[in-house]
């Protein structure tokens, strides 16, 4: 098996299958909604900017929310990522910058390891964002693993890992 080709983050755009990905992870709801108890209002495919429960959407104006807010992810990646990487690489990053927002991103441990060159630990990271804080009914705030994101994250840890 050879060696993957890295290529300058700048020179890079998220694919379509990337983007059929993260649409198809996303889902499609005309209606805002509350995707995980604790979280923030959504719409369309996993538009969260601005959105306010009660909002409506079009299939177009969907379509153009997530051209937008997967540019933002490729920025994210664009301005925290010093390494250069792989076409799948750079799938699995802004399919996981679009889930879990650029500042989180940016900031986490996956991008420090993954700056540092240390690829297969980056991509492994992937795997350890498939939880959420959320209050029980008792008012304690506990950490439960969400199945979705769990599926979610597997799918990007493979893409990320792939020769």
């Known amino acids: 098996m050879g060696l993957k080709q890295r290529f300058a983050v700048g020179a890079l755009s998220l694919t379509a299958a990337g983007l059929l990905g993260i649409a198809t992870h996303e889902g499609f709801s005309d209606t805002a909604y509350i995707p995980v108890e604790g979280d923030v209002p959504t719409i369309g495919f996993g538009s969260t900017e601005g959105v306010k429960m009660g909002d409506k959407v079009t299939v177009p104006e969907a379509l153009d929310r997530l051209r937008k807010d997967v540019g933002s992810a490729e920025s994210s990646i664009g301005r925290c990522v010093k390494v250069p990487l792989s076409q799948s690489?750079?799938?699995?990053?802004?399919?996981?910058?679009?889930?879990?927002?650029?500042?989180?991103?940016?900031?986490?441990?996956?991008?420090?390891?993954?700056?540092?060159?240390?690829?297969?630990g980056a991509c492994a990271e992937i795997l350890r964002w498939d939880k959420k804080k959320i209050q029980t009914a008792a008012g304690k705030t506990v950490t439960v693993t969400i199945k979705g994101l769990s599926n979610r994250r597997k799918k990007e840890y493979e893409m990320c890992i792939k020769r």
């Open 89 to 120: 690489e750079f799938d699995a990053y802004v399919s996981f910058a679009f889930n879990v927002g650029s500042g989180n991103f940016c900031s986490s441990t996956l991008v420090k390891k993954l700056n540092s060159g240390d690829y297969a």
